[in-house]
């Protein structure tokens, strides 16, 4: 039997390499993304390796059009009973600065995306009695100078992953969160452009202050989403693992 995978924000970066991990783990995979051209890309990628994707465009944000993705990727290629809550913004700033407008922005597609898309999907995994939440927390979560919105909404992750492995684990469901470090993806780059410095010498400094001497890629992750995606995992549930090339707590 084949597992149907819906990973959020999977156009590129981290969420491009979790959904073709799975794809070459033989799970089919839906991409649901703002970026459709992106998400169509990834997905033709994914094809020509041999795996099976689907490219869905959607707003996380937006219950109809959640709603609308997980039924078309459910009449596609099957009821999803893996989910990972990729999907991802930075309105970075510091609070005296920061707009309202950026809070909710920053809370709406981590926190209230991470709620639509986790309950339109847990009722297949119910019904399967089987399933895998993967929730994507960061190091942020801990306090980020700067990240007032970002870092909360990530620590809000994290209670959200608890909750639902507690409320879905009768159900054959486990609920983890991977809290990344520092990964190179066009959003550290966005990050390293609004600081003003060049991107390279930004890693390079990153790595220079990580235990492992390197920053992340979206491999690292993947691997990880992987494995917390599998059968192997079961009785691995609401943890927060945190892949950052060293102790982050
Ligand atoms: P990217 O910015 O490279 O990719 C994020 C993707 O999410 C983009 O394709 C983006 O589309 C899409 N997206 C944004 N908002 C929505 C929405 N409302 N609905 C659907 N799709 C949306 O990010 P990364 O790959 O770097 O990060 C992926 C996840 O990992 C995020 O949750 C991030 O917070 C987390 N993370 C990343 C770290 C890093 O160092 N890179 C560290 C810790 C956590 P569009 O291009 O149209 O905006």
């Known amino acids: 039997m084949t597992r149907v ?13 979790i959904a073709s991990r799975f794809a070459a783990d033989g799970m ?11 998400a169509s890309a990834t997905a033709d990628a994914i094809a020509q390796a041999g795996g099976r994707a689907l490219a869905l465009e959607a707003d996380v944000t937006d219950e109809a059009q959640v709603s609308d993705v997980v039924a078309r ?17 930075l309105r970075d700033n510091l609070i005296f600065k920061m707009t309202l407008e950026d809070w909710d922005a920053v809370m709406n597609v981590h926190l209230r995306g991470a709620f639509l898309m986790t309950r339109a999907v847990q009722a297949h995994m119910v019904e399967a009695k089987w399933g895998r939440v993967i929730s994507l927390s960061s190091i ?11 870092s909360a909404a990530k620590a ?13 684990g009768p159900f054959g469901v486990t609920a983890n969160a991977i809290a990344p470090g520092f990964i190179a993806s066009d959003m550290t780059r966005a990050t390293a452009e609004r600081m ?45 693992l945190y892949v950052a090339g060293g102790p982050s707590v």
Do not use: C, H, M
């Open 5 to 17: 995978a819906i990973v959020s924000g999977a156009a590129r970066g981290i969420g491009a390499a």
């Open 28 to 38: 089919a995979v839906a991409l649901v993304d703002l970026d459709a051209a992106g």
């Open 73 to 89: 990727a459910t009449a596609e290629l099957g009821a999803p009973t893996v989910l990972v809550n990729n999907a991802g913004i």
């Open 140 to 150: 942020s979560a801990l306090g980020n100078r700067g990240q007032v919105n970002y």
């Open 156 to 168: 809000g992750l994290q209670g959200f992953t608890k909750t639902v492995a507690i409320e879905l």
């Open 196 to 240: 003003g410095v060049d991107f390279e010498e930004f890693t390079a400094a990153v790595a220079k202050e990580t235990p492992v001497r390197r920053v992340g890629v979206p491999e690292d992750i993947s691997n990880v989403a992987s494995f917390l995606a599998s059968d192997e995992a079961s009785f691995v549930s609401g943890q927060v």
